[in-house]
């Protein structure tokens, strides 16, 4: 049975930092990615870092949010800077089976697991 548990969600002021975690338990070939839904809108891609540590990033996420993972741990991590308030939304990380190389920005219904989220709420 797969499980992931997001952590590191919390409020914090605009222009600050929070970093994410997602441990994955039960299944060892996945690839992960991180997105996030803001309330009233759809789930949005942030980013993913596949095997070959290609990492890509939604626009929103690119040069502010950094993506790494610790095999040892089955542990990513979403490095978050220079918040805003349109950052505010509850982050997921999600699993699909199978180890993916190279760029890799799917949509959420590519992937196969998803954890239960954590809210980020960024105030001004």
């Known amino acids: 049975q797969v499980q992931l548990v997001e952590s590191g969600g919390g409020l914090v002021q605009a222009g600050g930092s929070l970093r994410l975690s997602c441990a994955a338990s039960?299944?060892?070939?996945?690839?992960m990615a991180w997105f996030r839904q803001a309330p009233g809108k759809e789930r949005e891609f942030v980013g993913t870092?596949?095997?070959?540590?290609?990492?890509v990033y939604g626009d929103s996420a690119k040069g502010r949010f950094t993506i790494s993972r610790d095999n040892a741990k089955n542990t990513e991590y979403l490095q978050m800077g220079s918040l805003t308030p349109e950052d505010t939304a509850v982050y997921y990380c999600?699993?699909?089976?199978?180890?993916?190389?190279?760029?890799?920005?799917?949509?959420?219904?590519?992937?196969?697991?998803w954890g239960k989220g954590t809210l980020v709420a960024v105030s001004s």
């Open positions: 870092i596949s095997w070959s540590d290609r990492t």
């Open positions: 999600a699993l699909k089976r199978g180890r993916v190389f190279g760029e890799w920005e799917p949509n959420p219904n590519d992937m196969d697991y």
């Open positions: 039960g299944r060892t070939l996945y690839t």
